[in-house]
């Protein structure tokens, strides 16, 4: 069982905006950076948000993060068929001592 | 660009000891950063499993670590994974990944990843 809960699906027709959720604690979000990783149908995760906000090269400014106390949001915006994937955020638990990844949340394109 | 390629036995017997290697390229690990291995079973999440620096030093998953070894080779340039005991619970897709760590932790490079399965 997951410390970081994220909703199990999320849907929007092309060009629209989705948004995921990763609800942790003081644990985990709240004292510490966010990752957000992109795993594309049968393929490793890939690196697409670090330290809450910032984007590795290569990454399109249509990904973006947020972080606000125990939460953490994901936003894609120009929704496309390629964004087809399970998201997962990533962090570290410090009660825990260990980095913990979220539930995943799977994002349809209608 | 750095890369990284997991090898190992596809299937392992329950009881035995599942044992991989993680091969990176593109940069020199005696360098420094650190290198973790990520776990998926078929059809659920991530699952942290450990990490080495290239100094040799570990930081395990407590909830793994009774049954853990990661070890690494600077003169091949790899690193390896060790679960012994192994049972139907550990099959699953594993994964090494570069892990950047100080005042923030995230993997930025992972291996395309390797199944195991855990059956007789």
């Known amino acids: 069982q997951s410390v970081l809960t994220q909703p199990p699906s999320v849907s929007a027709a092309p060009g629209q905006k989705v948004t995921i959720s990763c609800s942790g604690s003081?644990?985990?979000?709240?004292?510490?950076?966010v990752s957000w990783y992109q795993q594309l149908p049968g393929t490793a995760p890939k690196l697409l948000i670090y330290e809450n906000n910032r984007r590795p090269s290569g990454i399109p400014d249509r990904f973006s993060g947020s972080k606000s106390g125990t939460s953490a949001t994901l936003g894609i915006t120009g929704l496309q068929t390629g964004d087809e994937a399970d998201y997962y955020c990533?962090?570290?638990?410090?009660?825990?001592?260990?980095?913990?990844f979220g539930t995943g949340t799977k994002v349809t394109v209608l | 660009q750095v890369q990284l390629q997991e090898s190992g036995p596809g299937l392992v017997k329950p009881s035995e000891t599942l044992s991989l290697t993680c091969a990176v390229s593109g940069y020199s690990i005696s360098s420094g950063y650190y290198w973790g291995w990520i776990r998926q079973p078929p059809g659920k999440g991530l699952e942290w499993i450990g990490t080495?620096?290239?100094?040799?030093?570990?930081d395990y998953n407590p909830s793994l670590k009774s049954r853990i070894t990661i070890s690494v080779d600077t003169s091949k340039n790899q690193v390896s994974l060790k679960v012994n005991s192994g049972t139907a619970a550990d099959t699953a897709v594993y994964y090494c990944?570069?892990?950047?760590?100080?005042?923030?932790?995230?993997?930025?490079?992972w291996g395309q990843g390797t199944l195991v399965t855990v059956s007789s």
């Open positions: 990944a570069r892990e950047i760590r100080g005042y923030s932790h995230y993997f930025d490079y």
């Open positions: 080495i620096y290239h100094s040799g030093s570990t």
């Open positions: 003081s644990s985990n979000i709240e004292n510490n950076y």
């Open positions: 990533g962090t570290w638990d410090s009660s825990l001592s260990a980095y913990v």
